[in-house]
C-alpha cells in the first residue's frame, strides 16, 4: 500500500492489514508528520522529515511515550481514552502551530484553552489539560502557565442509580434465561455488573484462572488505575457460573460471545442491557449505573469508607465518599440514629 501525504507529493510505502490504520496529524507547517500506528501492538513510526533528529524536542515526542507508557502499565480504557484525546491535542496544537515544547508556553496554551471553549464542555478541556500536564510530567518538564494551568473547579453531579422496582424487574428477567452458552452470558453479565460493582472494561477482562468458586471471589488484574483487587459475587449465581466456565474451560477470559466466536467488549455489555430494558419497557441502564447503585447499597447497609474504596477500586477516597454524600438511605439513616429526640 502507497500512503500519500495530502500536503506533500511525495508518497511513501507502508505495509497495511486489517489490524492498522494510518492516521495524518500536521504537527506544524512545515514540517507535517504522517503518523503510522499499528493497532495490534501500540507500536509507533514516524514517518516525515529526514532531518527530525536534529529538531528540538517535540511535544508529539514527549506524548508518544508517555502513551506507551499508558499502554504497558494502565488498562485498556485509560489507553484508549489517552490515545483519543491525544490525537485531537495534537491536532489542535498544529492549528496553533505548537510542535516544539519552546512554542508550548502560557500564550499558547491560552490560544488552545480560548479554541476549546467554543466548542467543548468544561469537562472535556480539563481533561485535555489533565493529559498535556500528564505527559510534561512524565517527561520531567515544568512550564509556567502549563503545569500549573488553572483547575476550574465543578460542582459534582448526583450520579444515577437503577430504580428498585426496575431492579426487582431486571433479576426476574435474567434469572428466567435458559441455560444455553448465549444465555448464561447475558446472565452472567448482569449479575456479575449487580454483585461485584465492576466497571465494564474490567467485566470483560476477567481471566476463568482469577476464579476462586470456593471464596465466591474474583481477582481482577485489569483494572483502571492498575492495582490489582479481589471483588465477591453472591454463591447464588455460583451454578451458572460453573456451567459457563464447563462451556470452554481452556479459554483464557471468562467472557465470550459463543455465537460469533468473538472476545468480549464492553460495547457487548452495553447492549445486553439496552436489549433487556427495551423487553422490560423500563428507562435505559447504562453498565456504570449498576456500579452506582452497587455502591450505593452497600453504603446504605452500613458498609464503612475503608473497604467501599477497596472494592470499587478508588485512587482517591474522596471519590468514594460521593456516595456517602448523595445517599439519600445513608443519610436518613444517620438522621434518625443521630437525630434530637426530647
Not at 90 to 110: P, V, W, Y
Not at 113 to 129: A, D, G, P, V
Not at 243 to 259: E, G, S
Request: glycine content about 4%; overall charge positive.
Amino acid at each position: 500500500m502507497i500512503a500519500t501525504n495530502k500536503n506533500d507529493n511525495s508518497t511513501l510505502p507502508i505495509i497495511s492489514n486489517a489490524n492498522e490504520i494510518l492516521l495524518e496529524i500536521i504537527i506544524s507547517p512545515p514540517p507535517n508528520i504522517l503518523l503510522y500506528i499499528n493497532l495490534w501492538n501500540s507500536s509507533i513510526i514516524f514517518i516525515g522529515n529526514p532531518d527530525s533528529k536534529r529538531r528540538e524536542m517535540r511535544f508529539a515526542d514527549c506524548f508518544f511515550r508517555y502513551l506507551d507508557y499508558i499502554r504497558i502499565s494502565k488498562s485498556l480504557g485509560t489507553y484508549r481514552f489517552t490515545a483519543a484525546h491525544g490525537v485531537l491535542i495534537l491536532r489542535e496544537f498544529g492549528i496553533h502551530c505548537i510542535s516544539s515544547i519552546r512554542s508550548l508556553n502560557d500564550s499558547s496554551i491560552k490560544k488552545v484553552y480560548r479554541s476549546w471553549e467554543k466548542s467543548l464542555s468544561r469537562s472535556t478541556i480539563e481533561k485535555r489539560l489533565g493529559i498535556i500536564k500528564r505527559v510534561l510530567k512524565y517527561s520531567n518538564l515544568v512550564i509556567k502557565g502549563v503545569t500549573d494551568f488553572p483547575v476550574v473547579k465543578f460542582k459534582q453531579k448526583g450520579f444515577e442509580v437503577v430504580p428498585r422496582c426496575d431492579l426487582v424487574k431486571l433479576m426476574a428477567y435474567f434469572n428466567e434465561m435458559n441455560l444455553t452458552p448465549n444465555d448464561l452470558t447475558r446472565y452472567l453479565v448482569f449479575m456479575i455488573l449487580f454483585y461485584t460493582g465492576v466497571r465494564s472494561g474490567e467485566l470483560c477482562a476477567i481471566k476463568i484462572a482469577n476464579i476462586d468458586l470456593y471464596s465466591c471471589s474474583v481477582m481482577l488484574d485489569h483494572t483502571k488505575n492498575g492495582r490489582p483487587r479481589v471483588v465477591f459475587f453472591d454463591r447464588a449465581i455460583l451454578d451458572r457460573l460453573q456451567l459457563y466456565i464447563a462451556v470452554d474451560p481452556h479459554r483464557k477470559f471468562l467472557f465470550k460471545d459463543f455465537r460469533y466466536n468473538h472476545e468480549f467488549c464492553p460495547d457487548m455489555v452495553m447492549a445486553i442491557l439496552r436489549y433487556a430494558t427495551k423487553k422490560l419497557k423500563i428507562g435505559p441502564i447504562h453498565p456504570h449505573m449498576l456500579r452506582h447503585t452497587f455502591a450505593t447499597m452497600l453504603v446504605e447497609n452500613g458498609c464503612p469508607l475503608v473497604p467501599l474504596q477497596y472494592v470499587l477500586g478508588h485512587s482517591d477516597p474522596k471519590t468514594t465518599e460521593i456516595y456517602m454524600h448523595m445517599s439519600t438511605g445513608y443519610l436518613k439513616k444517620n438522621y434518625d440514629m443521630y437525630s434530637p429526640k426530647l
